[in-house]
């Protein structure tokens, strides 16, 4: 799709696209298959800066949400219903875990489809670090279950009733991908600080991976890219 540098999305005139490797200052991720959209990274950046504003530590992680291979195609993956059901069931999960203390859940996600019949999302998530540090182990219980009280777990259990599924089914295998750093390969997630260069750097960059215009699924109707307002 993009064989030269457009300044604009070719299905959409009003995205702009960006080509460097620096945004607002800070290194963002410029891949081999295309540029990244900067109405996006804006939004990106401003949503940082706002959540830093708002809270002095914060725990971030980026996840892949994705449907079962075996999972047939439906009306689940025209919209982006699933996605918000997909918060609100989290959203009970962490009110549920009765933490010291309470935590909104804010976010930026990506909705994207390459060679696969279904969609994929990408999120990147924001807590309060003083309520969790740290997303916990990833793999089931000894049943085969999500049945833990860490972060993961509760993400797990949420994606799994968000698409209708029980959650005490034992043949679903961890759905829910946690993003790896690109230099250590292992998963990533980071605690901000708003007077920390270095986290708002590294954070920047995993959060351009969402604003990529490559798989896209732009001109079909609904978003492909949004943020929570609280």
């Known amino acids: ?11 959409n ?54 449907f079962p291979d075996a999972m047939q195609r439906s009306s689940m993956h025209d919209n982006n219903d699933v996605l918000a059901a997909f918060f609100r069931y989290f959203r009970y999960e962490i009110r549920k875990a009765n933490t010291k203390h309470q935590t909104p859940v804010r976010y930026l996600w990506a909705r994207e489809q390459d060679t696969s019949d279904k969609p994929h999302y990408h999120v ?21 279950m999500y049945t833990l009280d860490n972060l993961y777990h509760r993400m797990m259990r949420a994606w799994l009733k968000a698409m209708g599924f029980d959650p005490d089914d034992s043949w ?10 690109p230099v250590t390969e292992v998963p990533w997630s980071r605690i901000l600080h708003r007077h920390d260069w270095v986290s708002m750097d590294e954070t920047m960059y995993m959060a351009s ?22």
């Open 1 to 11: 799709m993009f064989d030269h540098h457009p300044l604009r999305h070719p299905l």
């Open 209 to 230: 991976y969402l604003c990529k215009a490559y798989s896209k699924t732009i001109g079909q109707g609904m978003h492909v890219f949004d943020y929570s307002r609280a």
């Open 172 to 181: 679903f295998k961890q759905l829910v991908h946690v993003s790896e750093n």
């Open 13 to 66: 005139d009003k995205l702009r696209l960006y080509y460097d490797n620096i945004y607002q200052g800070f290194d963002v991720s410029q891949r081999k298959n295309g540029p990244l959209i900067e109405n996006y990274l804006e939004r990106a950046f401003l949503t940082l800066n706002t959540i830093c504003n708002l809270q002095r530590e914060v725990f971030v992680f980026r996840i892949d949400l994705r």
């Open 124 to 144: 990147m998530m924001f807590v309060n670090k003083a309520a969790f540090d740290n997303l916990g182990y990833f793999a089931p219980d000894e049943y085969g």
